[in-house]
């Protein structure tokens, strides 16, 4: 029997998380020659898309650039068979790129990362485990993903309810059969959009619990036939290219034109075209004063209304669904397949929280104002801690043992959302502050990923062994993000990007909106100019 030789304990990195960011840090750790540990809570690789197993959880980027670019051989091995790709061919995805490129030894699944401490003497991290291992490391590489930190809204009552309940970020892996079943989804943003049409098909009775009317522009997924796929491959170096420079890292931008500056017949026109295509394109490739001007806004949001009253039968119900008071676009644009189409089935109902608020869940179901609604299974669609929540939960403390959330009490402070003053040697894979979430979450990944490497490239060459952001570069950044967010109309409306919908959490609105293409630009001048606002040692 040959000895299992035993894991190093002082490592070069440690890697939290085994999604897009953490599978393609590794890889870059292998091929570099850095020793590493990686760790993943989950029982494999995956990130959003190994917990995401909700009925028709999709991407809403289209396969061809939701996926890496790394390598080129990969690109053109890998055939989607779908305009967007749906969970279980994502997950395969990853799944393959980990087999491919012998990743997956790298990591120890099922393992949590419980603390992460700076120890200043030494210039290392050390970490700990669930398992309790230590392991002492010069770089924590955090690959935690946006939206990973479910949500489970404190409605009193949950303990007594006899039925199942699920959130859609922590599906069960054997699915959930709701054949025959009387459910409950509560919230309906991307997560409830995508799921409520599936369950409905399935559910003997769906009651949908709304509390926000969404927007919502339809995704028209379909499948890829072969000339297409054969076009994409070829031409897939240039669209990755545009995706590289472009507003949202999709191989689309704004257009040249502003919506209360066209001839009106032409704007529906456009909206019209863009619609019947699918897709963000009708949002983020339309005129580029819609998420800055109100009025121009009102035209867009006025049309997915009236979209929506032609599709609901039921005025009463169509009333209820119709978004006001908040410009569309501020909440993250959801992409749907059939979603207001199924408020005229039969088996599905909707309540209106803002009229009968949820005041407990019972045994048999959940008391609004008005009456218990009987369930056998409720489905928390209640969406995530985003951003920060990832991080400030791994118990990271830098130097003179502050934590993350100590340090964001009044919201994220970074440099370019990659890292944070007082924790010298911790890379965030799209931290707050970077585009992350208001891009192609592939682009963004690989963009910050290979912008760590080479900093950490530079570092070695130089023979330094810790960075971090100086104090002044960290203020103007985070003054600059908010900057640019308050010329947009986002910091209007109560949206997770703004942290809203935690109770307690600061109201700052935590991603950078300044362009993906203008942030890319911006992180290679920072690395052009010797890493400008960093300080090393
Ligand atoms: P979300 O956008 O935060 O939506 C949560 C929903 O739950 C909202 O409708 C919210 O209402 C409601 N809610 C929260 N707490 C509630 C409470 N106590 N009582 C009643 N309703 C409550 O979460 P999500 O749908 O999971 O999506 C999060 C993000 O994940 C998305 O925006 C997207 O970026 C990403 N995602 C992406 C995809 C994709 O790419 N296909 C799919 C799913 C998710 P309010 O609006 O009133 O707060």
């Given at each position: ?149 479910a949500q489970v809204p404190k409605i009193p009552g949950l303990g007594q309810f006899k039925g199942a309940w699920y959130h859609t970020g922590e599906w069960p892996?054997?699915?959930v059969?709701?054949?025959?079943k009387r459910v409950g989804v509560i919230g ?19 009651t949908?619990f ?143 929280l803002?009229?009968?608020p949820i005041e407990e869940i019972v045994a048999t179901g959940i008391r609004t104002r008005?009456?218990v609604h009987e369930l056998d299974a409720i489905v928390f669609a209640t969406g ?119 109770p ?34």
């Amino acid at each position: 029997m040959s000895a299992v030789r035993p894991a190093p304990q002082e490592v070069d990195a440690v890697v939290i998380g085994a999604g897009f960011a953490g599978l393609y840090t590794v890889y870059r750790l292998k091929q570099m020659g850095l020793t590493h540990r990686a760790f993943e809570r989950g029982g494999g690789v995956g990130g959003t898309w190994y917990w995401n197993r909700y009925p028709g959880a999709s991407s809403d980027s289209e396969s061809w650039v939701y996926s890496f670019t790394f390598s080129r051989e990969l690109e053109q091995e890998w055939t989607w068979s779908r305009r967007f790709p749906e969970q279980p061919e994502i997950l395969s995805y990853l799944e393959h790129v980990a087999e491919r490129f012998d990743l997956k030894p790298s990591f120890a699944f099922n393992t949590r990362v419980t603390g992460a401490a700076y120890d200043e003497a030494t210039a290392r991290w050390h970490v700990e485990t669930e398992h309790g291992e230590q392991i002492s490391a010069r770089f924590l590489i955090t690959a935690v993903g946006c939206l990973s930190a479910a949500q489970v809204p404190k409605i009193p009552g949950l303990g007594q309810f006899k039925g199942a309940w699920y959130h859609t970020g922590e599906w069960p892996h054997e699915g959930v059969d709701f054949t025959g079943k009387r459910v409950g989804v509560i919230g309906t943003g991307s997560s409830g959009i995508q799921s409520i049409p599936v369950i409905a098909k399935q559910a003997s009775h769906l009651t949908v619990f709304q509390r926000t009317p969404n927007f919502s522009v339809p995704a028209r997924n379909r499948a890829l036939s072969r000339e297409e796929v054969e076009t994409l491959k070829r031409n897939i170096r240039e669209i990755r290219e545009t995706c590289r420079w472009s507003s949202i890292g999709q191989p689309y931008d704004w257009k040249d034109a502003e919506a209360l500056k066209v001839d009106q017949a032409a704007l529906r026109r456009q909206f019209e075209a863009d619609w019947e295509k699918g897709g963000f394109e009708w949002m983020f490739g339309s005129f580029r004063d819609l998420l800055v001007d109100p009025q121009a806004n009102a035209l867009a949001a006025d049309f997915v209304r009236e979209k929506i009253q032609a599709v609901v039968k039921d005025p009463e119900v169509a009333r209820k669904l119709t978004p006001s008071g908040y410009p569309i676009g501020t909440k993250r644009l959801p992409l749907d397949a059939g979603y207001f189409e199924t408020f005229n089935r039969d088996n599905v109902s909707l309540v209106d929280l803002r009229e009968t608020p949820i005041e407990e869940i019972v045994a048999t179901g959940i008391r609004t104002r008005e009456r218990v609604h009987e369930l056998d299974a409720i489905v928390f669609a209640t969406g995530f801690d985003a951003l920060t929540g990832p991080l400030t939960r791994v118990g990271i403390r830098g130097r003179g043992g502050e934590t993350l959330a100590a340090k964001w009490t009044a919201g994220p402070q970074t440099y370019l959302g990659v890292c944070t003053r007082g924790f010298p040697n911790l890379f965030m894979v799209t931290g707050p502050g970077s585009p992350s979430v208001l891009g192609n979450m592939p682009t963004s990944i690989e963009q910050h990923v290979d912008w760590i490497f080479d900093c950490i490239t530079h570092m070695r060459e130089l023979g330094q062994s810790t960075i971090e952001p100086t104090a002044e570069a960290e203020a103007a950044w985070v003054a600059h993000v908010k900057e640019l967010a308050d010329a947009t109309l986002f910091p209007h409306t109560d949206s997770w990007y703004m942290g809203a919908n935690i109770p307690g959490k600061p109201r700052v609105f935590m991603p950078y909106i300044g362009g993906f293409g203008t942030y890319r630009q911006l992180c290679a001048e920072v690395a052009e100019k010797g890493y400008e606002g960093f300080s090393f040692a």
